[in-house]
């Protein structure tokens, strides 16, 4: 009897991530004219970000490619929500220029050094054995806080362009939240740059591996 192969690409918490990049789309059409559904379909997307994963653990559909297209999800929506904002704020172009390359590059080369050592040798450097970063990997509601607070900066400095919010100390609410948050932003990005960082050096460490292996084979 032949044997049923599995189409990855219709595991429900795939679909969940197609859909969310339909949203994410539909969100970067209408940021520069149209507030609040562009916040609908931006937040839409972010939330389900969330479900996508409990779907996958739930229903036992949790891969590598789920994984690769929900990070690559999260930066394009946070890249385009910044190229809007540089569009807004012209005269802070290039910080937001900085975070973008920051959280594009830094979460890709993680991402993909995990996946090329496959977390197989304990030779590899591991964050989790920092106490600061032992705590950012394992207490959700940090990890939640650190994202969260990092997506209400950007989000707060986009809708303060179209509306100032009521008043709160003396100011518009959502400058307040873009006030409040931004330090959070400041510290995930630097936690971002670790990411790269330990992720060159993981990087070297299988090229070396590899070279070593090879130098081996040709003695041989």
Known sequence: MAETK????LFVPNIIGFARIILAIIAFYYMPTHCVLACICYITSALLDAVDGHA??????????GAILDQLTDRAGTAGLMMTLATFYPRYTFWFQLSMVI?????????????????????????AENPIMHVYYTNKTVLFFMCAGNEAFYSALYVMHFFAGPTVL???LFKLIALLTMPVAVVKAGITVLHAIVASLNMSIIDVNERA?????QDN
């Open 103 to 127: 959280d594009i590059t830094g979460h890709w080369m993680y991402l993909h050094t995990c996946t090329l050592q496959g977390k197989a040798s304990h030779k590899f450097i591991d964050m």
């Open 56 to 65: 996958a653990r739930y229903l036992n559909q949790s891969t590598k490619f």
């Open 170 to 172: 003396g100011i518009g």
């Open 213 to 217: 292996a090879l130098s081996a084979k």
């Open 6 to 9: 599995e189409n990855i690409f």
